[in-house]
T-cell receptor
Framework: DAMVIQNPRYQVTQFGKPVTLSCSQT?????MYWYQQKSSQAPKLLFH???????NEADTPDNFQSRRPNTSFCFLDIRSPGLGDAAMYLC?????????????FGPGTRLTVL | GEDVEQSLFLSVREGDSSVINCTYT??????LYWYKQEPGAGLQLLTY?????DMKQDQRLTVLLNKKDKHLSLRIADTQTGDSAIYFC??????????FGAGTTVTVRA
C-alpha cells in the first residue's frame, strides 16, 4: 500500500544531543510537510518542501532544520533539543500545493528529551 | 491562542449521533476539513467542505458550515465503537497551510 512512513516511532534523546527523524513516502508526492504536535495542542506546521524548494514557517526556531535528498525521503534535524521540543512530530505529503490537495499523514514520531 | 477551537472531549452512547463543533477565524478559508486520528495512526482526512457550501453529506457523516458565525460541525449518525478517535477540525489559510484545532477525543460507550 502506498503510504507515509516515519522512523523511528519513538525517539529518546538527551538535552542538547542532536537528533534526526525520518520520513519516507511511496506516493510520489511533490510536497512534504513537517508538523510539531505537543500534548493536547493542534499540529503546528514547521516547514514544507515543494519539490526541492524549502519553505520555512516564520516562527519555526532555528534549532529545527530539514533535508530532502530525493522525492521519497525527508528528514527533520533538531540540532540541540531542549525539554520544550518534546512532542509528536508528524510528516505529511500532498500531490501538489493547493487546499484541494489532500494531505496524507504518517503515524508520527514521539520525541522524548531527557 | 488557537485560531481553530474545538472542545476537547465528547462521550456518546453507541447508536446515538455524535456532534463535534468547531469555530475558525479566517473568513477567507476556501476549504474546511475534518481529520480523524485513531490510536497509533496518522491523521486521515475524513471529509471536507468547500466554503460556498452550507452542508455536505457522506453516508453517516454530515458537515454543516455557518460562514456568518465561522462555525463548522461534524455529525456522525449511528455512532459505532470504531468511531472512537480524535477528530481534528482544520481550515485552509494559504495554498499549502492548514490551521488545525487541538482535536476532540470521542469516546463511544456501549
Amino acid at each position: 500500500d502506498a503510504m507515509v512512513i516515519q522512523n523511528p516511532r519513538y525517539q529518546v534523546t538527551q538535552f542538547g544531543k542532536p537528533v534526526t527523524l525520518s520520513c519516507s513516502q511511496t506516493l510520489n508526492h511533490n510536497v512534504m510537510y513537517w508538523y510539531q504536535q505537543k500534548s493536547s495542542q493542534a499540529p503546528k506546521l514547521l516547514f514544507h518542501y515543494y519539490d526541492k524548494d524549502f519553505n520555512n514557517e516564520a516562527d519555526t526556531p532555528d534549532n529545527f532544520q530539514s533535508r530532502r535528498p530525493n522525492t521519497s525521503f525527508c528528514f527533520l534535524d533538531i540540532r540541540s533539543p531542549g525539554l520544550g521540543d518534546a512532542a509528536m512530530y508528524l510528516c505529511a505529503t500532498s500531490r501538489d500545493r493547493g487546499p484541494y490537495n489532500e494531505q496524507f499523514f504518517g503515524p508520527g514520531t514521539r520525541l522524548t528529551v531527557l | 491562542g488557537e485560531d481553530v477551537e474545538q472542545s476537547l472531549f465528547l462521550s456518546v452512547r453507541e447508536g446515538d449521533s455524535s456532534v463535534i463543533n468547531c469555530t475558525y477565524t479566517d473568513s477567507s478559508s476556501t476549504y474546511l476539513y475534518w481529520y480523524k486520528q485513531e490510536p497509533g495512526a496518522g491523521l486521515q482526512l475524513l471529509t471536507y467542505i468547500f466554503s460556498n457550501m452550507d452542508m455536505k453529506q457522506d453516508q453517516r457523516l454530515t458537515v454543516l458550515l455557518n460562514k456568518k458565525d465561522k462555525h463548522l460541525s461534524l455529525r456522525i449518525a449511528d455512532t459505532q465503537t470504531g468511531d472512537s478517535a480524535i477528530y481534528f477540525c482544520a481550515e485552509s489559510i494559504s495554498d499549502y497551510k492548514l490551521s488545525f484545532g487541538a482535536g476532540t477525543t470521542v469516546t463511544v460507550r456501549a
